[in-house]
C-alpha cells in the first residue's frame, strides 16, 4: 500500500458521501450569486447603457473609485470573481482537510491505518493531496463564472497565471493547515476550530499586526507579515491598478 492508495480511498469516500454533493451545490449556487453582484455592480458603475465589449482602456481625470472600475472593469470583474473564490476556498479547505485524520480516530480505523506499514510522511501526504484535490475539483465548478469578465477585455494572460499559481498555493496552504490540525484535534470539529483560527489570523490577523506596527513607525518590521495574507496577495497582482488604488486608499501604506 502506497500513499497513492489513500488518495484513491480518501476521494472516493468523500464523492461517494451525500455531503459533497452538498458542498458542490452550495459552491456553484453561492458562487453564481456572488458573480451576478459583481457583474452588476460593475456594470452600474459605467455610465453606458450597453458595456462595449473590450473597452478596458484606462480613462483620465481624477481617480476614484467608479472612475476605476469604470476603466478598467474587465479587470475588477475578473479579480473580484477571484476574491469570492479564494475566500470560498478558504472556507471549505481547511473543514475538509480537518477530518483526515481525526476522522479516522473518530470512526476507530486509525490503528488499522498504521498498521499497513505506511511511513508517517506518506499517511500525511496522501491525506493532503486528497484534500487538496477534493478542494480543487469543489473549486473546478466556479470555472464557467470567470467567464463573464472576458466579455468585458482587458485580462492579461499574465494575471490569469498568477492568478491561478496564487490560487493553487493557497489551497495547499489551507489543506496543510487542516491536516496539521487534523493531527492535533481529538474530534474533527475540534481541528476544523483549530484551522478556521489559523486561517483568520493569516486573514485579518496579518492586516491588524501590520497597521499596529504601521501607526507605530515600525512599518518595516512588520512588513514581512503581508506576505501571509493570501487575500492582499491577490490584490496586488493587477500591476496596472495597484498603484492607481492605493491613490484613493485612506491610508498612507
Known sequence: MTWSAIVSKELSSRLQGKLSYVVLTLMVVTFTALVLGSFWAVVLSVPTVVPVIGSSAPGTGAVSLTSLVGAYRGIFLFFAMAFCL????????PAVAATS???????????????TGLASRSIVFGKLVASVSFVLLVALTALPGFAMAWMFGGVGIVDVLLTIVLMLASVCLFASIGVFCSAL????????????????????????IYFVGAANQVEGWVRWVLA???????MAVPEQLSGQVAQILPIAY
Open 185 to 208: 484535534g481529538r474530534t474533527s470539529a475540534v481541528a476544523a476550530l483549530y484551522a478556521y483560527g489559523f486561517v483568520f489570523l493569516l486573514g485579518l490577523g496579518t492586516m491588524a
Open 228 to 234: 501571509l495574507n493570501p487575500w492582499l496577495t491577490l
Open 101 to 115: 485524520i481525526s476522522g479516522e480516530r473518530e470512526e476507530g480505523t486509525f490503528d488499522l491505518l498504521l498498521s
Open 86 to 93: 479564494l475566500a470560498s476556498v478558504a472556507v471549505v479547505a
